[in-house]
Structures are given as structure tokens and as C-alpha cells.
């Protein structure tokens, strides 16, 4: 309710959605509240022409290894610089975490923009490879691409025959993880080849993605924690905590609505509440579920609380939208402190 906003919430400046049109994939859908309004029988864009593909935008992440993030920056980032004005894409790497091992590259652009430029990161890797990569053929790589569970079965179709198309047209290798990845809802398919063969697979696969990108709707991303994730202690957000261990937290008398209370940093309630609060009325009228937020913080954490009321279709939806606006504010974050220190 915007009853529940502070005047600095109400005048909060919503950031430039990181895409501008509305068929955004894997798991990168448009922050609640900024896209335009659409009927409930909207049809998914048609793209009968490579073309149309081609300036079709989307967002593609990759788990990296600290090391390939190393290289694919490259000194005083000139890599990724390079990468950025060859291709007009916006990329950045994550913030390396302690005691983890993976970052996340994230690649926003035309689907054009983001195969050449996973093409230029696979060259990269092939022309300067971490011990890693020892393993691999020669002139070749692995690029590990995170893909919403919702949408796997678009990239492996029926009996595996799209997966197999892909990787006998662009001459690589694809394997698909079975599992999501902790504390989210998406996997990894890996990819294997030369870097002009992932060129053309990331194309492949991206047009599948641009074409199924309303069952992106509600991924959770994935990002790298140590095994502590969701602990308060330590400096930097690392995605809503859900309490599900005291059982005041959830009530269903036979049956009936359930209540759920998640804790939010204090400095994340902005990027959820959007301009004048239209990304809490989006996600609550899209998921269906009453959200109510606490108007001071609940304890010394400086956190503040959110109920959600609702079904439990209802608040799972209004869960991992959540998550998902949380998610892309963190990204957003990090992508312009990179830009600064470069």
C-alpha cells in the first residue's frame, strides 16, 4: 500500500530498466511497474525474420570462474572495454565474494550484440587460458550460460531435438544440468566449442529465449553465496532472507491464505517500491497476493518487514518477483560500480 511509504520511498527515482522492449528472457523480465500496461491476451511478439532476431534485446548471464573473470576483464579492464564498444552490449562481471569461487558475467544487448560478444569472451578465453582450461581441446572453450528452468525445455525440445539441432549446426558441444542452482530457479547449460561456434550457438539459443521469454516471468537468479547465504553478518545484500523456521511465519487454517514475512534491507525497499509505488501495486496485482510493509525496521539489522497474505500459488508468485526486482537492482549496482572503477 503506498499508505505504507515514507516521503523518500514516494519520491524514489526508479533506474533505467535494463530492457527496452518487452520480450525480455532468461529470467531478466521487466521490473514490476515499468513496463507498459498489457491485456491479458497480449501475444508474444512474432520474429519471422533473422533480422527481427537480430535487434531483439535481452539480457544473458554466464557462471565464470574468478579466473575467467580475470581474463574476460583483462587488465585494467580493457577486455571487457573492447568488448562493450565492438558489440554496443552492456557487461560486467560480479563482484568476487569470499570463499566463493564463480562470478556471474551479465550481457545486456541485441541478441546480436550479446553472441558476439560471448564470442569475444570465448576468444578471450581461448587466446588467454586460466588453468582450468587445461582440460579442453585446443582453440576451444566452455561457456557456462545460466537459463531459467522454465525455459530449458524450449533449448532441449521434444526428445532432446533441439539441443542436438544446436549443437550438430554450430559445431559444439551442450550439456544441460538436471538440478537448479541454489537459492534459485535457474541451470546451467554449458557449451563447448571454438569461439565462433559459440557465436552461433548463443544466437541459436538466444532466439529461443527471445521467442518463450514470458516463462521467464518470476525467475530467480542465481547468485553466488558462500554456504552462510542469507546471513545478515557481513556487508552487501545477498537476496531476501525467508523465514520459514519460526511457525508464526506461515499460517493456513484449513487450508485458507497463508502468511508469509520477509525481511528487506533497508536500502532495497526503494528499488521495490519503484516511482510513486508502482512496482509493489504491479507485483501485487500479478501475483495476486496482499503485501503490506512495515513501516519502521524490525530489529537492529535496519531491516524492514514484508508480509505477504495470499494463496500459496499466490505468494510464491509475489516471492520470486520480489526476488527478481532485488535481483536486478543488485545488478544494476554492481554493473555502475564497475563502470566507475574502470
Known amino acids: 500500500m503506498i499508505d505504507d511509504m515514507t516521503d523518500a520511498e514516494q519520491q524514489y527515482e526508479s533506474s533505467k530498466p535494463l530492457f527496452e522492449k518487452s520480450y525480455p ?38 557462471l565464470v ?3 575467467e573473470a580475470g581474463v574476460i576483464i583483462g587488465k585494467q579492464g580493457k577486455n571487457v572495454a573492447d568488448l562493450r564498444e565492438a558489440t554496443g552490449v552492456k557487461a560486467g562481471v560480479s563482484k568476487p565474494v569470499p570463499g566463493v569461487h564463480d ?32 582440460s579442453l581441446s585446443s582453440g576451444t572453450t566452455s561457456i557456462r550460460l545460466l537459463i531459467s528452468h522454465n525455459q530449458m525445455g524450449t533449448i532441449i525440445g521434444r526428445q532432446g531435438l533441439k539441443i542436438k539441432s544446436i549443437q550438430d549446426e554450430c559445431s559444439v558441444r551442450m550439456v544441460a544440468s538436471k538440478e537448479m542452482l541454489p ?33 521467464a516471468t518470476g525467475t530467480i537468479l542465481y547468485n553466488p553465496q558462500p554456504k552462510e547465504f542469507g546471513s545478515s553478518g557481513g556487508g552487501g545484500y545477498s537476496g531476501p532472507r525467508v523465514r520459514t523456521g519460526n511457525p508464526a511465519d506461515f ?4 487450508g485458507a491464505d497463508q502468511t508469509q514475512n520477509i525481511a528487506i534491507p533497508a536500502d532495497m525497499v526503494g528499488c521495490i517500491i519503484g516511482r510513486g509505488g508502482a512496482k509493489i501495486q504491479e507485483i501485487r ?18 531491516e524492514r518487514m514484508f508480509t505477504i497474505r495470499g494463496t500459496a500459488d499466490e505468494n510464491e508468485r509475489a516471492l520470486f518477483m520480489l526476488y527478481e526486482q532485488l535481483e536486478h537492482e543488485k545488478v544494476r549496482r554492481q554493473m555502475e560500480d564497475q563502470e566507475q572503477d574502470e
Not at 35 to 51: K, V
Not at 251 to 254: A, I, L, T
Open 103 to 134: 562470478r556471474v558475467l551479465s550481457v545486456t544487448g541485441t541478441l546480436e550484440g550479446v553472441a558476439k560478444a560471448y564470442s569475444m569472451a570465448a576468444q578471450t578465453l581461448i587466446d588467454s587460458p586460466p588453468p582450468s582450461a587445461s
Open 285 to 302: 496485482r500479478v501475483s495476486g497476493a496482499r503485501i503490506s510493509i512495515a513501516k519502521q525496521p524490525h530489529d537492529e539489522s535496519g
Open 251 to 254: 499460517e493456513s487454517p484449513d
Open 65 to 67: 570462474s574468478s579466473k
Open 183 to 215: 537459492n534459485s530457479t535457474e541451470r546451467i547449460v554449458e557449451v563447448q566449442g571454438a569461439a565462433e561456434s559459440i557465436r552461433l550457438a548463443v544466437w541459436e539459443i538466444g532466439k529461443c529465449l527471445v521467442e518463450d521469454w514470458q516463462r
Open 25 to 62: 528472457s532468461n529470467g531478466a523480465a521487466e521490473p514490476a511497474g515499468e513496463s507498459e500496461p498489457q491485456a491479458a491476451d497480449t501475444q508474444q511478439p512474432q520474429f519471422p525474420t533473422d533480422e527481427a532476431f537480430a535487434s531483439a534485446q535481452l539480457t544473458l548471464r554466464a
